[in-house]
């Protein structure tokens, strides 16, 4: 086995070719759950096997201490557990069965950490087709993950968290292939990265994704808090509506080495799972940060009006459209002194009328809209639409709201648009400096706001208008005929040479 270091793209290179396995039998859509549960369990196989290996070089020949030792380890992986278990019987029958059971009992030894984290998956599935076909895919599925170049062992990858990333770019792929259902567990990492540096998050911090999809908005906030702090002391919390995206949550958590983490399975809105030790009280957070799905329909409107938890205290959202059913959840989770909130939001939160119109002119009156920040389109998967940032502060230094228009400025792509460093760093330099920019930035006060009826549509406060150059009249008609000039002295250039060859009368 080599020993050899690897670097992020032969990972991610070996894991991508890895799903040649399913292409043209099934869809993209379901495979991702078997590639990304497969890389999962070879990274803690062969660390748990590198891990074993040093202990037998330096206890020798004691099976019970060495197994006694491992047991203290950051995870347990029982026998007959591992990946290389599966991979010595991968050309008997059953391959899938044996999987399930593995999983099953990785489960079992883990506790809460990976509890009921793999109970959404099957590998023994009529899915992958009958059962010759099944146990074939499969095998070639272990083999590809078998290689060499898939030696995830800790003397190979080092301290780089390439196999945090490599899930992660896993996912942006799978999610960049998905379409719609993309939105639903993946927000671009530029997108993520303004958020977690615009909130600056801090040691001690408690942070929260409401919306967590695959956890990627709460990693990018932890790493946050070592870059501000050189701190792990923060913890991270979460909640994810769809059981599968939940499973990815917990196992992108387990990858990144981040431990101090609650995620919650269920829907946010109808059944709020991180509450207080009576269970009778939302858990208040420091930051509060979320990508939720745009306009939901069926978000939970019928039980809203007597919501347990006054959260709708504000109005109850439209039926059909839940985006302030989020922010009115995310609001009542910010703590009383620190907390400071960003959330991902259709343009139509910023001027729809009737019930939001109300909702968003209480919040503006509380004094809790800090910025507003309008982002490029087709900056999102599963949707061209432009979105927008709201960042609120429950302690805010003035009653002034800042309005910057990111919409012009970004990475044209074919399907998707992206946002570069550069346009990152412009859009924290001008949120930090808090002032008027010409055509960017706008800061606006209570009043003014008022004046436009609470409406926060951008092009009302940030002239992006350009003027067109004057034409200089003048200078058009001398070049005309400068230009006219020059030709008629070709045209008689050229019937002199024509005449010189004859054809000319």
Known sequence: MTTNQINQDDINKAVWNACDTFRGVISADTYKDFILTMLFLKYISDVYKDDYNKLTEQYGDNPELINAMMSKQRFVLPEGASFWDLYEKRFEAGNGERIDKALHALEEANGSKLKNVFQDISFNTDRLGQEKQKNDLLRHLLEDFGKQMLDLSPKRVGDLDIIGNAYEYLIKRFAAGSGATAGEYYTPPEVSTLLA???EPVEGDQICDPCTGSGSLLLKCGAMVRKNSGSK????????????????????????????????????????????????????????????????????????????????????????????????????????ETGRMGVVVPHGVLFRASTEGKIRQKLIEENLLDTVIGLPEKLFFGTGIPAAILIFKKHKTDNNVLFIDASREFKSGKNQNQLTPDNIQKIIDTYKARKTTDKYSYLTSFDEIKENDFNLNIPRYVDTFEEEAKIDLVAVRTERVQLKNELQTLETEMEGYLKELGYGA
């Open 197 to 199: 540096t615009v909130l």
């Open 233 to 336: 002391k923060y913890a991270l919390f979460g909640q994810e509506a769809i059981g599968s995206t939940w499973a990815l949550a917990k196992m992108n958590m387990f990858l990144h080495g981040e431990d101090n983490h609650r995620i919650e399975w269920g829907d946010t809105i109808r059944h709020p799972q991180l509450l207080d030790k009576d269970s009778t009280g939302l858990l208040h957070f420091d930051v509060v940060t979320a990508n939720p799905p745009f306009s939901l329909d069926k978000w939970g409107h019928d039980d809203a009006e007597n919501d347990p938890y006054g959260r709708f205290r504000r109005g109850v959202p439209p039926k059909t459209k839940g985006d302030y059913a989020f922010i009115s959840h995310m609001i009542e989770t910010l703590k009383p």
